[in-house]
């Protein structure tokens, strides 16, 4: 019998190397949002920008027009809404619905004129981030001018303690979700169309539900006699709650020495060693 001359079948497959983004200290993994995250992981490609582009000049586009443009835009729509409804409603239910899409142009600019994609969540994460910190910086600035001239030093401290808090974080699930929308694999054939558009809308109503639920117990509290106090169980409860959820949406662990890095390989998309060489 003539010995064969197909080439030796390949070797079994095997394990992705492990991510950069597990390496160093993270804190206890979780995993409560396993389905959106396999979802989330299905709309991920490479873990860095074409070109070998830095994200830095994206983020800081993002946070300077949400400091500039998109807090004179949220103006422009609240204050007739403020003369119209009253304090309560605009703080309540008005603030979280225009700000959060206001914050969300911003990212849509780098998008479009600048990343040409999102690779992956965390990007769309921290794109979100600076988007909020610029617009809380600004807004921020505009209240302490106001706490200043009465004399409220109280104030003053209250609203620098809580400015890198509130803003970025509720701005990070919105830009989760500006990812989900443009991901290059959700316009691929055979991708749930109803996942392209669950997600994104899923994430800004997250960050709408956030922004309304801090914006929600401060002013009730301060209405029950807190002061400026009102804010601390934002900072010790809400806050905590949120950035866990955001935590594990991200992949159920938080590392920003290496935050860009993709650490889930999605079902939809395993991991495929490469062919082997064709035979001599």
């Not at 003539?2 to 160093?24: M, Q």
């Not at 060693?273 to 001599?280: K, T």
Request: aromatic share 12%; glycine share 10%; net charge positive.
């Amino acid at each position: 019998m003539e010995p064969s001359t197909y080439p030796p079948p390949p070797p079994p497959p095997t394990s992705p190397p492990a991510s950069k983004g597990l390496r160093g200290f993270h804190g206890p993994a979780t995993n409560f949002f396993r389905s959106i995250r396999n979802q989330l992981a299905s709309m991920e490609g490479a873990s860095q920008l074409p070109g070998g582009k830095r994200p830095t000049a994206g983020l800081l586009v993002s946070l300077i027009f949400s400091a500039t443009a998109g807090l004179g835009l949220t103006l422009l729509v609240q204050i007739p809404l403020l003369a119209a409804f009253g304090l309560v409603p605009v703080t309540i239910l008005f603030a979280p619905l225009t700000e959060e899409p206001v914050k969300a142009l911003g990212m849509l600019i780098v998008f479009f004129f600048m990343w040409k994609t999102i690779p992956n969540r965390r990007y769309g994460a921290a794109l979100g981030a600076a988007s909020g910190l610029g617009f809380g910086v600004a807004e921020s600035i505009l209240y302490i001018v106001q706490l200043a001239a009465a004399g409220s030093a109280e104030g003053v401290l209250v609203r620098v303690i809580v400015t890198p808090l509130m803003h970025p974080l509720w701005s990070a699930f919105v830009g989760i979700g500006v990812f989900a929308l443009f991901s290059s694999r959700s316009a691929q054939p055979g991708f749930k169309r109803s996942s392209r558009w669950f997600l994104p809308l899923l994430f800004l109503g997250l960050g709408m539900l956030t922004h309304c639920v801090w914006n929600t117990l401060t002013l009730g509290l301060s209405f029950a006699g807190l002061g400026y106090f009102a804010t601390v169980p934002d900072i010790i409860v809400i806050f905590p709650v949120f950035a866990l959820v955001l935590r594990d949406f991200l992949g159920g662990h938080f590392n920003f020495q290496n935050f860009f890095e993709s650490t889930e390989v999605s079902p939809s998309f395993p991991f495929v060693p490469p062919p082997p060489p064709p035979p001599p």
